[in-house]
């Protein structure tokens, strides 16, 4: 469903939108995903490269029947979840105060 926009609306968005404020939380915000994101994915591969082009390292048994392969498997579940929780404090501390003050002067510009 498209939801439609009065003008009102979409005069108070660009005004937000070209605010000191905006440009605040939208730099803060790529500033923490962009390299995290380009951290996460050398990560993965190299899990994946050490897959492919390491098969010894990768079968090297750590305990028993466990090795490096599966090891490095299970960290990217901790890494993922271990970025969502840093993620979730970031935004918390950082952008969510911006974007509830943003979208207050919205809500408060449109219902003038």
Not at 20 to 32: A, C, P, S
Not at 89 to 94: E, L
């Amino acid at each position: 469903m498209i939801e439609r926009t009065t003008a009102a609306e979409d005069a108070a968005y660009a005004r937000i939108h070209s605010t000191e404020e905006f440009r605040t939380l939208k730099r803060k915000y790529v500033g923490f995903v962009v390299p995290v994101t380009i951290g996460f994915m050398a990560w993965y591969l190299l899990y994946v490269v050490c897959s492919n082009w390491a098969p010894d390292l990768m079968n090297a048994k750590i305990v028993g029947n466990i090795n490096v392969a599966l090891v490095f498997g299970l960290l990217q579940f901790v890494s993922t979840f271990a970025i969502a929780i840093w993620y979730s404090k970031f935004s918390v501390k950082n952008l969510d105060p911006l974007a509830d003050s943003l979208r207050a002067e919205y809500d408060e510009e449109i219902t003038r």
